[in-house]
């Protein structure tokens, strides 16, 4: 990674702080209780997530309603870190678009500073950087992996391989499908390709990501199968006389939310 930046260096104070290495078997309502905050879920049809200061505590509400644990435990960890760096500020409701991880820091720029640094301080506290690079060093990287990852730090498999790239494990690229346009992309900085302008067009035919959507989002592949061989010229431009290599493409697709994650590497 690069320099640690103020989020991330905040949330291994808070490690420091409560004496822990990182903070997977510990329930998010008891973090938040020994940080003078009430930590609530309740259903919300407009937010995922808020965090209201009061006098001398805060009150952290959390949408019932999300199916996934793992994302409720990050949007906890996101509230702490607005609890530990943006107390007294008056911050909006926090949903998808202020809880987007991958897509780019100028996106998510536009949501505010404090919901870009509130994600960072998430992602540590969740994933610390020094045990999630013990575990995953010279592991060669495959959904098998990136599942043992999300399930030891009982992450979503979205923000584990988000954490992975930006780490700089392995080369991968990361793309994110939805509604049957391409959203946002992000690759670690060791994959050396161009994918030119992708985004809110179709992802390409060829793709395991076009597969999906044509499937209705059901799972078409599975155990060794899921990391599907493909063309380097299906995602990336390869010029006139560029290799057109083997890449494998791994997609998570999310029938619920019309949503498939693709994670592409070198075969």
């Not at 540590?124 to 045990?131: D, K």
């Not at 799972?219 to 995602?235: D, G, N, P, T």
């Not at 997609?251 to 619920?256: F, Q, S």
Request: some cysteine; aromatic content about 10%; glycine content about 6%.
């Amino acid at each position: 990674m690069a320099l640690i930046t103020r989020a991330q260096a905040e949330a291994r104070k808070l490690l420091t702080e409560i004496g822990m290495d990182d903070i997977a078997e510990l329930p998010m309502d008891l973090l938040a209780s020994g940080l003078d905050a009430t930590l609530i879920e309740k259903p919300m049809t407009s937010c995922d997530g808020r965090i209201t200061f009061g006098v001398n505590r805060a009150l952290i509400r959390i949408n019932s309603l999300i199916e996934f644990p793992e994302r409720k435990r990050f949007i906890a960890a996101h509230e702490i870190g607005h609890l530990r760096m943006h107390r007294g500020m008056d911050l909006p409701p926090d949903t998808k678009l202020t809880l987007n991880i991958i897509s780019g820091i100028e996106k998510q720029l536009k949501t505010g500073k404090q919901e870009l640094e509130a994600n960072q301080f998430a992602a540590e506290l969740l994933m610390p950087a020094p045990l999630f690079k013990n575990i995953a060093f010279r592991k060669p990287f495959s959904p098998e992996l990136l599942k043992e990852l999300a399930q030891r730090f009982r992450t979503s498999l979205t923000a584990t391989a988000f954490r992975y790239a930006e780490m700089n494990l392995h080369p991968i690229c990361i793309v994110m499908t939805a509604g049957g346009l391409v959203k946002y992309f992000r690759k670690s900085e060791e994959m050396k390709v161009y994918l030119g302008d992708i985004t809110k067009v179709p992802p390409p035919a060829g793709s395991v990501a076009r597969e999906y959507i044509e499937s209705g989002y059901e799972f078409l592949y599975s155990k060794h199968e899921k990391a599907q061989v493909i063309k380097k010229s299906v995602w990336f431009d390869i010029g006139r006389y560029g290799d057109d290599s083997d890449y494998y493409e791994y997609c998570i697709p999310t029938k619920a939310y019309k949503t498939v994650l693709s994670i592409i590497w070198e075969k």
